[in-house]
């Protein structure tokens, strides 16, 4: 990403030479709706970044311009405004009054922010804003990097100044992240495991349905509902489980009776996903392409039959995918109920590919697609 506009105009602003960080947006490669089961997730993350420049200030002021959205705001570390504005700089107030509550004594500064991942396609623009700012201010601020603190400073915005329950994966995966890697966490004990993508030719392609159903809010805290129905009626015949999470395969098919039909459904997905998560971080970091495709195509399938929150653009990008040359898996990623899907290509494929998706996915529902091609990278870092 091209830093000299940034620098650029914060000289320009500031009068001033700027230090310049980034934090990286992210997919999720497979396991989905399984973080708040205790379960595991896969994501990696992104060679799309927000850019922060940045200079210390000598009193409590902060200054931050976002190029993204030609829009600033000024605001008083020891004045914090009022949560929940629905507002975008409720991010950045909201990581900096996180880390000053975890102790860190942070210093005023000029910010100007630019970015280059979409914004609300589920790549995790919330997160990488979080996450680079956090990190410019620490270092302004003289202070060390702890990346899981940084990380949860991030996840406590979006709770409590953003008004968004989400859970660790997204900021997780923006301090940590590493290139050629993707990481598996396992979201009961926040252990994580850096894993290996052995992909020979393949390529990471997103495409970007453009959608977002206004069904997703509400759908997800009934699945979340659901879930947590599951384990309650499960726990009179396994009383040790807390999570679904706890509950093996065999274990769900002895007992699967005894729940509603749409709780069995919800509970399988849950389960079976995080089988597959585990199974997905060997095949990848073995190089067994063959296995991932299945993966991936039985991940699909359970959030669209069993979970339900696909939604017609999704499969018909998942479709779409199945009949190119050189596709070996393709999911949707993220929610659901809009999004994106995440695709396995073969790198002399990809032209093909994003001509023939392109063409196919406008006929089919009048939308263009976004298509972005994208490596697994570094987490947050300082650009020197
Ligand atoms: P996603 O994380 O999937 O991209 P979210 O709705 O969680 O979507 O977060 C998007 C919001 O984050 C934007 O509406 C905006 O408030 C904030 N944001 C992200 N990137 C920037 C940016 N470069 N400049 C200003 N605000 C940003
Ligand atoms: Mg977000």
């Not at 000598?58 to 914090?80: A, C, G, Q, Y």
């Not at 995790?124 to 400073?153: H, M, Q, T, Y």
């Not at 659901?226 to 384990?231: A, D, F, I, P, S």
């Amino acid at each position: 990403m091209d830093t000299f506009r940034i620098v650029e105009l914060f000289q320009k602003k500031y009068g001033k030479q700027p230090r310049l960080f980034k934090a990286p947006g992210r997919v999720n490669l497979i396991g989905e709706h399984t973080d708040y089961n205790d379960g595991f997730v896969m994501p990696m993350a992104i060679d799309r970044w927000t850019i922060v420049a940045g200079t210390p200030r000598e009193d409590s002021k902060v200054n931050v311009t976002s190029i993204t959205l030609d829009k600033s705001v000024s605001f008083d570390l020891n004045k914090p405004g009022e949560p929940k504005r629905g507002e975008w700089y409720d991010y950045v107030e909201g990581v900096a009054q996180a880390l000053l509550k975890s102790g860190a004594t942070l210093r005023g500064a000029d910010f100007i922010i630019d970015s280059n991942i979409p914004i609300g396609a589920g790549l995790s623009s919330s997160a990488s804003i979080e996450v680079a700012i956090g990190f410019a201010f620490l270092v302004l601020s003289n202070l060390p990097i702890d990346r899981i603190k940084l990380a949860l400073a991030g996840q406590n915005a979006e709770h409590n100044y953003v008004g968004m329950n989400c859970g660790i994966m997204d900021q997780f995966i923006s301090t940590l992240g590493k290139k050629n890697h993707a990481l598996l966490i396992d979201c009961r004990s926040l252990d994580y495991k850096t894993i290996k993508l052995e992909l020979s030719d393949f390529l990471f392609v997103i495409c970007d349905t453009r959608v977002k159903h206004k069904l997703s809010s509400s759908e997800y805290n009934i699945r979340r509902q659901e879930c947590e129905k599951g384990v309650k009626i499960l726990r009179k015949i396994l009383p040790n489980i807390k999570a679904l999470r706890d509950v093996t395969f065999s274990e769900f098919n002895c007992h699967a009776n005894i729940l509603p039909v749409n709780v069995q459904k919800r509970c399988k997905h849950v389960i079976q996903e995080n089988l597959r998560t585990v199974q997905a971080a060997e095949a990848f970091s073995k190089g067994h392409l063959g296995m991932l495709k299945e993966l991936m195509a039985a991940s699909h399938r359970s959030l669209r039959d069993d979970y339900q929150v696909s939604c017609k653009e999704l499969d018909v990008l998942v479709d779409l995918a199945s009949f190119q040359n050189g596709v070996t898996g393709s999911r949707m990623t993220g929610g659901g109920f809009g999004g994106c899907t995440i695709n396995l290509v073969n790198k002399s494929n990809v032209q093909e590919f994003k001509a023939s998706i392109c063409k196919e996915y406008f006929a089919q529902t009048q939308i263009n697609p976004e298509i972005h091609v994208c490596e697994p990278s570094d987490g947050a870092c300082e650009i020197i």
